[in-house]
């Protein structure tokens, strides 16, 4: 009876430890560079001299206004139900089938997986709006997340869908520099920029490249990593005098003139070496973009601001930007649409 008794807590012992080992052996390693993955690419669509393009964040469909997260101070780690994603994400599709731009950047897309309730949202958006060509980009791939302890989140499976009307000429994927120290690694994303080509007028090139970076990272050192390599990568471009934007979830504040102390930590300032180059932030200054998760969404008692928007070359006239207030139904961002020409 007594080897009953010593071995119980030795078995519990060793439960993290065999955890830990198989999360390290089935780690997401993506190389520097690798090509994305192409949904679909047979849609031809010729540009018109107004072009519009809109990025959302949409929470893997399960963070609408009635949830919270256990990393801002809330309780939950995943989603409520799968009917509840379910529908989430059928309004999603409709919300973007009406916004109706030429292009989208969209950022936390699920395969089917645990905190998702096993929605194949990839393949739900991409049969639902199947008139734009699409491209899919892996950032987030593990096997369990063992928090919080009383209902972890589970697997995670997911990534960046960028949509076309457009032919896409090239995809890739670029990962980003930064990374979190062993073992939080293993629960953590593996961010990066999915980095697609069109042939626009006159044989030019336009890049657009759909972004979502770090969040939670002390001090905000690892988005700083990701914004300097940003620059590295728009500098090298420039020589070429493409047409190019960046747009997407930057996890920074966009409009540095609000910045306060007393902000959570997963808004950061922006460095000024971005400011710097001759590119230009474009957001839209009166409409929030996303809403704190220390509680289920309430106006007024959330902490909300402005982290979803876009940079710009300075070939790229923009015409309009514009949030789209949809009070954080299905998601816990708002997206927003730019209408541009090119110069």
Not at 190 to 196: D, T
């Amino acid at each position: 009876m007594i080897y009953v008794y010593i071995g119980v807590p030795i078995f519990i012992i060793l439960i993290p430890v065999f955890l830990l080992i198989y999360l390290t052996i089935t780690e997401y390693k993506p190389k520097a560079i690798e090509d994305s993955t192409i949904l679909r690419n047979n849609n031809s669509h010729s540009l018109s001299k107004k072009i519009t393009l809109t990025t959302l964040n949409t929470g893997y469909s399960s963070l609408d206004k009635d949830q919270d997260f256990f990393v801002e101070g809330g309780k939950n780690s995943r989603c409520f139900s799968n009917a509840k994603t379910m529908t989430n994400l059928s309004n999603i599709a409709r919300m973007l089938k009406e916004i109706d731009s030429d292009f989208f950047f969209l950022q936390e897309v699920d395969e089917p997986c645990r905190r998702s309730c096993y929605t194949n949202q990839v393949r739900y958006l991409r049969s639902r709006l199947n008139k734009y060509n699409a491209s899919f980009a892996y950032n987030y791939k593990v096997k369990y997340v063992p928090i919080p302890l009383k209902k972890p989140m589970g697997s995670a499976k997911s990534g960046l869908i960028t949509l076309s009307k457009g032919k896409i000429d090239e995809s890739k994927r670029y990962q980003f520099a930064g990374d979190e120290g062993y073992p939080r690694r293993l629960f953590f994303l593996k961010r990066c920029m999915m980095v697609n080509k069109y042939k626009v007028h006159d044989d030019k090139e336009l890049i657009l490249i759909n972004i979502h970076l770090s969040a939670y990272d002390k001090g905000g050192l690892i988005r700083k990593l990701q914004i300097e390599q940003l620059i590295k990568f728009i500098n090298e471009i420039s020589k070429e005098n493409k047409y190019v934007i960046i747009g997407g979830d930057w996890n920074h504040l966009l409009d540095n003139s609000i910045y306060k102390e007393d902000m959570p930590v997963w808004v950061s300032l922006l460095p000024d070496s971005l400011y710097d180059t001759s590119y230009r932030i474009i957001f839209d200054k009166e409409v929030n973009t996303v809403r704190s998760e220390d509680t289920p969404y309430v106006l007024g008692r959330n902490f909300e601001t402005i982290i979803d928007g876009f940079l710009v070359s300075p070939n790229i006239h923009v015409l309009e930007v514009e949030g789209l207030d949809y009070k954080y139904k299905y998601t816990d961002h708002n997206p927003v649409k730019l209408t541009f020409k090119l110069k």
